[in-house]
């Protein structure tokens, strides 16, 4: 059997996980709500709260798969991207152990991995991952691209935003109308209150694939201002119609492009994953999609769509497989690509 230890140390989780011959696990998160006080990760905070999380979470993860350290085969670490900081206590750790106990050494690309979590089986019965090629759409605090998948190592970025994310665009309007960070997962929840159709923003006009959310983030602060000109309550008295309509706009502007891109390579075969991958109506327009043009839908489990250690350990099950394996001299890398 092979046993694959994951650690995720890229931004503010410090996350271990367990996978076996491709099942999952365990899958423990330690999230560190010290950032929620400063409206946003603190990276020197960052990597200190990852120091104190890293031992007690890989001893979890170990104890809940019930595995004891000498069964491990390899070890997997993200090596990038995400903040310098806390990408080495995820990589010193890794080297560390897997220099103590003899065993490989994995390098694993955090977006790669955030595309192969759909691979993570629940079961060995488990047969719902996606078939080569697909198309997989990663939206996250940092990405917004639209990725074809021809095989495990194989990935192609056919288009990305030219500005901000996906998740920064949900953020930064959140901040803007007074939300806590981070603003996401609140404009969804009051997104589901509102009117979707009582606030129209522009839509940026991208060539091919490509993505910009600049505009609309700037569009919206303008229109705010504006109403707040003559009314000082007008976000309080319509949080939920402003966050449903901002939630519209943002999932139109990503499923128009994935659209496209579906009809053109003529793949029907569709995934969503990274942090936004969360937001209900953008799965909801996932399963429309389904139904409207018969595309097969792969949307994650909620534990797998935010940073997790599960799918760090799944590409390095792949990566293993392949005898892909990194030098003890390896350093972790702040900004790549897939
Ligand atoms: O992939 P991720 O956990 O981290 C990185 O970007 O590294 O993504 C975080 C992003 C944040 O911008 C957060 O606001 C967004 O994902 N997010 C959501 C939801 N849950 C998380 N955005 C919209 N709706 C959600 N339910």
Request: charged share 25%.
């Amino acid at each position: 059997m092979t046993i694959i230890l994951g650690i995720e140390s890229s931004c503010d989780d410090t996350s271990a996980a367990i996978i076996c011959d491709g099942v999952i696990c365990s899958n423990v998160v330690a999230s560190q709500l010290v950032q929620d006080r400063y409206g946003g990760v603190v990276p020197e905070l960052a990597s200190r709260a990852h120091q104190q999380n890293i031992i007690p979470v890989v001893d979890q993860a170990l104890k809940k798969a019930n595995i004891t350290k000498e069964e491990l085969s390899a070890i997997a670490f993200t090596r990038g991207p995400g903040l310098l900081g806390s990408l080495l206590v995820g990589t010193s750790f890794a080297k560390g152990f897997s220099t103590a106990l003899d065993i490989p050494l994995i390098d694993v690309n955090h977006l790669q991995a955030h595309v192969l979590a759909h691979f993570i089986k629940e079961d060995t019965e488990d047969t719902s991952q996606p078939k080569f090629p697909f198309l997989c759409l990663l939206v996250s605090g940092g990405n917004s691209q639209i990725i074809r998948i021809n095989d495990f190592e194989k990935m192609e970025i056919i288009g990305q935003t030219i500005d901000d994310a996906a998740g920064e665009a949900f953020d930064k309007c959140a901040k803007v109308m007074g939300l806590p960070y981070p603003g996401g997962p609140v404009v969804d929840k009051l997104a589901k209150q509102g009117d979707a159709d009582k606030f129209k923003f522009n839509k940026p006009r991208i060539a091919n694939y490509d993505y910009s959310f600049s505009g609309l983030k700037t569009s919206f602060l303008y229109f705010l201002r504006d109403e707040l000109k003559k009314d000082a309550d007008f976000i309080e008295k319509n949080k939920e119609d402003l966050c449903a309509s901002l939630q519209k706009t943002i999932v139109d502007i990503l499923m128009d492009k994935l659209r496209l891109a579906a009809k053109d390579t003529q793949i029907n075969e569709i995934a969503v994953a990274g942090g936004v991958s969360a937001n209900s109506g953008l799965r909801n327009a996932f399963v429309d999609h389904a139904q409207k043009f018969g595309w097969n839908i792969h949307i994650p489990k909620f534990a797998y769509t935010t940073d997790n250690a599960a799918m760090v350990a799944i590409t390095g099950y792949y990566k293993f497989l392949e005898n892909d394996f990194c030098d003890k001299s390896v350093v972790p890398y702040a900004r790549t690509s897939i």
